[in-house]
């Protein structure tokens, strides 16, 4: 399965049941970075938040190599604004060791804090995830100690949010946030927010570039397949992991939105 650039595309791949896995697909070097990146988007995000780039000493050869094969001329915030993509660098201290967050250029975050994060190793960054300090901590750091340079691996992240902006940190609660929501509305009121991610080690220091591109999408433009792909988060996380996402606030109006669309589907 190949990771497409919409949410559209983007869904047959993301996780909406069971239990957390990493759900890693291989990617062809043509599939890495979004071929049409929306520059001026990326410039303004990056202007009005210089707080999204930080960077440690001990990632500045992942940097400088990432430069390199970009073809761009400057450091980690030039190399983001250059991309659609979010750029973190993750780096280790000796083989084996757990992998952790060097240096980052977040211009379009999903809820998290880059200063909260840095310096920290991969279980820690993902701590307010449920489950995966038990589930996938070992096999994460298993997998990216194991990396090689010659393969990139992709994964696709799904939430439904209330807001189609490219920088989500939303200051109210949820439910504040979802009040507005209807079945009756849902199609224009919530939006599908999917975060293609992808893991590539560069050769030479070793360092791995974590990548993050934001594609979002109102939940009525989605075809009928879409919307009930996404429905099925409602009932198919595990326990924990909808409340995390807000999922109690905006699940009746998915739920009644997507049972609309499958009758008129059927009729």
Known sequence: ?????????????????????????KLAENAWLDPRPDLAAR???????PESVMVLSEAEAGISELAELL??????????????????VMVQDAPGEPFRLGAGAVAFPTDWRLSEKMGKPVHQVHEPIHGYADKLASP????????QSFNIFGR???????????????EVSPAERFA?????????????????????????SRAIV?????????????????VARIAQSVEGFMDGELERR??????????????????AQAA
């Not at 410039?43 to 938040?49: I, P, R, S």
């Not at 994460?140 to 990396?147: A, H, I, T, W």
């Not at 974590?210 to 879409?226: A, K, N, V, W």
């Open 1 to 25: 399965m190949s990771l497409g650039f919409s949410v559209e595309d983007l869904l047959p791949s993301a996780r909406v049941s069971g239990p957390l896995r990493m759900g890693l697909v």
């Open 43 to 49: 410039k303004a995000g990056f202007d009005a938040h």
């Open 71 to 88: 073809g761009v001329d400057g450091g980690l915030e030039a190399c983001a604004r250059s991309v659609w993509e979010d750029l973190c």
């Open 140 to 147: 994460v750091d298993k997998f990216m100690d194991g990396l």
């Open 156 to 170: 696709t992240n799904a939430f439904v949010v209330a807001s189609d902006d490219l920088r989500y940190m939303p």
């Open 180 to 204: 507005h929501v209807t079945a009756e509305n849902a199609g224009e009121t919530l939006f599908v927010r999917c975060e293609r991610e992808a893991l590539r080690r560069l050769p030479k």
């Open 210 to 226: 974590f990548t993050i591109g934001i594609y979002r999408t109102p939940l009525g433009m989605l075809s009928d397949e879409g």
């Open 246 to 263: 807000a999922g109690p606030h905006y699940a009746p109006a998915l739920h009644g939105y997507a049972a609309g669309r499958a009758r």
